[in-house]
């Protein structure tokens, strides 16, 4: 990611370096509709943004809330160079965590409304909406242990009682990303969407795949969003337990990873609950050969669910629910992985195909860890009824395409390798529209 790592004495040349780096964001946020990714890309390269995201955080910790209290010690505030030292952390953190800080920033709002750095952005006018401008009280509430939406959120007025790496201060700063996480989950708000976990990678627009150079004249486009990668193939349900106060809606489907350099199939559970700016959530990953149970969450301090597998009828029953909840009925997900297994070829079958070497593939987005382009032989999967075992069908190659870099979805850069086909190597290259599949090795 560039960075303005220079200083310009001139201020029509600091307006137009500003500037430079809102155009560069345009382009690396070309189609994003996440709030979040809009704002992490501008603090990650805009000193201007950076600044008045630090200030704005700052401020928070500073400042007196609603009920006339700080969260930082009278002591602390009185020290020589208190609110120096405590703008420099801060300018610190945001500069190294771009992707909390625009969550925070999101929530905390500008006090003088969109700022510049954002306005030339083209959707920057989007980003704040005056029907949320309780957001930033929510999060004082929440940070003051006040809000009733969160009874179980400790107070943390007066605790930053100290400045400096590892201290209260950071430790503030950790919460008020959890703060803002559940603020905003709390008030369903959807424009703002955290990708932790490589989640809807390769959702990102659309991903054209050009057939091998040289074999055909056309090029199969496929256009992989949130419904194709959580839902079409999978099994989802809302789940929940007797004594919940509503539900989570999950969703499990079979997903191909690569360990030590081979295809394994695997379950992958996702918490989709709609109207949740931090979900996907997860994933949570099942092995193929697993036949036991094991409790799980999909972060940290989130309801646990039970999974648990066992062979029935030639059946490999997989059941996920709620601790103490019965294995069938509301509430609970009940298939096999045959079944999902047998769902995801069925979504192969309604893909797009690329020509490789003269044979045709289904072309399939995955979103697991990291986002993936799955190429399964469509002789295979047309035959998938003849099928003594579906678990057992992996992709014939597959390349991971997406990552989270910095709290962003980012493009994986280089040339991704596909291994090989029929005993020939491939790779994908971006010509800055399509991935195109190339004869030749890739990167490893």
Known sequence: MFCLNFILAMATMVVLSTAASAQN????????????????????????????????IARLVLDANL??????????????????????????WVAANPGDAASVYFVARPLAGTPSW???????????????????????????????????????????????????????????VEGAHRVLSGNRHPSLALERFGLRDAAEGTVLLASARGSLESAASANFDAEDLFVTGAVVADVYGPKDDGSRTLSVKMVTLLRNGYAQNMLA?????????????????IPMDKSDGETFTMRKGGRPYYVGV???????????????????????????????????????????TVDIGGKAYYVLGQSAVKGALLFFAKD????????RDPRTVKPAAMAFVSEVVGGMSTRVRGRPDLGEIDGVPYHLEFDDYHWIVVRGRGDS
Do not use: W
């Open 310 to 352: 066992e062979l029935e009828r030639g059946e490999h029953r997989v059941v996920i629910k709620r601790p103490g909840s019965r294995d069938s009925g509301d509430g609970v997900i009940s298939t096999s992985m045959e079944d999902l297994a047998m769902r995801r070829l069925d979504q192969a079958a309604q893909s797009n």
């Open 380 to 387: 295979d999967v047309d035959d998938r009824r003849n099928l």
């Open 269 to 285: 559970v996702v918490d989709i609950t709609r109207n949740d700016p931090t979900s996907p959530h997860g994933p949570h990953l």
């Open 67 to 92: 009920n006339g209290e700080r969260f930082v010690t009278e002591g602390v505030l009185r020290g020589p160079g208190a609110q120096a030292k405590i703008r420099a952390e801060v300018s610190s």
């Open 118 to 176: 954002l306005a030339r952005h083209p959707k920057g006018a989007r980003v704040f909406k005056d029907e949320e401008n309780d957001l930033p009280r929510r999060l004082e509430s929440y940070l003051s242990g006040t809000n009733s939406s969160f009874p179980e959120a400790k107070s943390l007025v007066r605790t930053v009682d100290s400045v400096g790496q590892g201290g209260a201060l950071s430790s503030f700063l950790a919460e008020a």
């Open 25 to 56: 964001c345009d382009e690396k946020t070309k189609g994003e509709a996440l709030s979040a990714n809009i704002l992490a890309c501008l603090i990650g390269e805009s000193s201007q943004a950076r600044q008045d995201v630090s200030e704005r």
